[in-house]
């Protein structure tokens, strides 16, 4: 029997749902292209983002290998300016079920759970997989350039582009030096 193939383009609200038990008869392929309406909670990505690979059954949990690809532009952490970057990974991620944690409202997590995603049943959202990876893909303080000088704190001028117009402002948590100064003459 040929694996199942998922396809999803442009289809909003739709869960890309890879259930344990459709495993248990062979592993699932799956090709998810998620476009700007299924991302609008990302803004830093640009175009189309796709992964695709395979889910096969691990124990009572699934591993989901494959490739994700697409294009991204994180926004400077100074100046604002988008950043385009690609992110282009493989990945191989283990999904355990819920229920093997336990019933308990609290549960304390090892170092070997670290690598491990949970689901509740009865299977994995793939495109919340991939949604996930690429904010995991983001770096957290990108820069358009390491000598980036920021946005202007008074008025909002990109200080990368040349000075702006705002007056020079004298920092007063140092007058206080300046009596001190005097008095000692």
Same mark, same amino acid.
């Given at each position: 029997?040929?694996?199942?193939?998922?396809?999803?383009?442009?289809?909003? &609200?739709?869960?890309?749902?890879? %259930?344990?038990? /459709?495993? +248990?008869?062979?592993?699932?392929?799956?090709?998810?292209?998620? &476009?700007?309406? =299924?991302?609008?909670?990302?803004? =830093?990505?640009?175009?189309?983002?796709?992964?695709?690979?395979?889910? $096969?059954?691990?124990? %009572?949990?699934?591993?989901?290998? &494959?490739?994700?690809?697409?294009?991204?532009?994180?926004?400077?952490? +100074?100046?604002? @300016?988008?950043?385009?970057?690609?992110?282009? $990974? /493989?990945? %191989?991620?283990?999904?355990?079920?819920?229920?093997?944690?336990?019933?308990?409202?609290?549960? %304390?997590?090892?170092?070997?759970?670290?690598?491990?995603?949970?689901?509740?049943?009865?299977?994995?959202?793939?495109? =919340?997989?991939?949604?996930?990876?690429?904010?995991?893909?983001?770096?957290?303080?990108?820069?358009?350039?390491?000598?980036?000088?920021?946005?202007?704190?008074?008025?909002?001028?990109?200080?990368?582009?040349?000075?702006?117009?705002?007056?020079?402002?004298? /920092? /007063?948590?140092?007058?206080?030096?300046? @009596?001190?100064?005097? =008095?000692? $003459?």
């Amino acid at each position: 029997m040929a694996p199942t193939t998922f396809s999803r383009k442009r289809t909003q &609200g739709i869960a890309v749902l890879i %259930e344990v038990q /459709d495993l +248990r008869l062979h592993p699932v392929d799956f090709d998810v292209r998620l &476009g700007n309406a =299924e991302l609008e909670s990302l803004p =830093e990505v640009t175009g189309e983002l796709r992964f695709r690979g395979q889910a $096969r059954l691990a124990g %009572e949990g699934m591993i989901l290998k &494959g490739h994700l690809h697409g294009e991204i532009a994180p926004a400077c952490a +100074r100046c604002l @300016t988008p950043i385009p970057m690609e992110v282009d $990974r /493989d990945l %191989e991620l283990l999904y355990q079920p819920e229920s093997v944690l336990g019933e308990s409202a609290e549960v %304390e997590i090892h170092a070997a759970d670290a690598d491990v995603g949970f689901f509740a049943d009865p299977g994995v959202d793939v495109a =919340e997989v991939a949604r996930e990876q690429v904010v995991l893909a983001l770096p957290m303080q990108p820069l358009c350039r390491p000598d980036c000088r920021g946005l202007c704190a008074r008025c909002g001028a990109n200080l990368n582009q040349g000075p702006c117009a705002c007056p020079a402002v004298a /920092d /007063d948590r140092w007058s206080a030096l300046k @009596t001190l100064r005097k =008095e000692s $003459r």
